[in-house]
């Protein structure tokens, strides 16, 4: 396989239409048209979908904790690595730090993304990667590009990033929909869930909060 790197990006969340009790997490070719979906756990999406909607939590989660350490002990993320397909599954990378020596460690795809975005590390694949589970956005789309890849992420064929069944809640898919809340009313829904500590719910209202407001 080329060790050609080309760098991704976040582009969002949405719940998976494919596998049930999963999300498809949406990653953009930096400079480039091209989309990977991947099917990833409620407890990693909600990690990540905190981190793009910068809640912070009353409590620390797994991937704040491990931050906080590393970085306690003068480690730093250089980058992360997704360097295979294989059945389905992607397999990615952390290479780490001391200024002194770098050790790579093989991790889960969305483990690894969730504590990238919490060190502003970047993040890899490979041509071929792309190539062979990417999907390709028409140019004239770009300009509305937050509303074509939610519809991506729905409708694209995802790919795990565990081998493993992971169950998940659907969160928020069961509630009534709250695009009729007043700004006011949103933010007293926000508080009350940072409050239950359900983090999900709340990433997805904050955004909702964030149109209404116009940001």
């Known amino acids: 396989m080329s060790t050609n790197r080309i760098r991704l990006k976040v582009l969002g969340i949405s719940y998976s239409q494919i596998q049930s009790g999963a999300y498809a997490l949406i990653l953009a070719q930096v400079g480039g048209l091209y989309r990977i979906p991947v099917v990833i756990g409620s407890a990693e999406a909600q990690s990540i979908a905190l981190r793009m909607e910068s809640i912070t939590p009353p409590r620390p989660m797994t991937h704040d904790l491990f931050v906080s350490f590393a970085h306690a002990f003068g480690v730093k993320l250089v980058d992360v690595f997704i360097y295979r397909f294989e059945d389905g599954i992607f397999s990615s990378e952390l290479t780490f730090s001391?200024?002194?020596?770098?050790?790579?460690?093989?991790?889960?795809?969305?483990?690894?993304?969730?504590?990238?975005?919490?060190?502003?590390?970047?993040i890899f694949t490979t041509q071929e990667i792309i190539d062979e589970t990417g999907f390709l956005m028409e140019e004239e789309n770009v300009g509305n590009m937050a509303d074509e890849d939610e519809a991506a992420a729905a409708n694209a064929p995802t790919f795990s990033d565990s081998d493993e069944s992971e169950g998940?809640?659907?969160?928020?898919?069961?509630?009534?929909?709250?695009?009729?809340?007043?700004?006011?009313?949103?933010?007293?829904t926000l508080a009350s869930l940072i409050e239950q500590e359900k983090y999900e719910e709340a990433a997805k209202v904050n955004e909702i909060l964030k149109r209404k407001r116009g940001e």
């Open 98 to 122: 001391d200024g002194q020596r770098s050790v790579k460690i093989d991790s889960r795809t969305s483990d690894a993304i969730a504590i990238a975005m919490r060190t502003g590390a970047p």
């Open 168 to 188: 998940a809640d659907r969160g928020m898919s069961s509630a009534p929909r709250i695009e009729n809340y007043t700004v006011e009313e949103l933010e007293r």
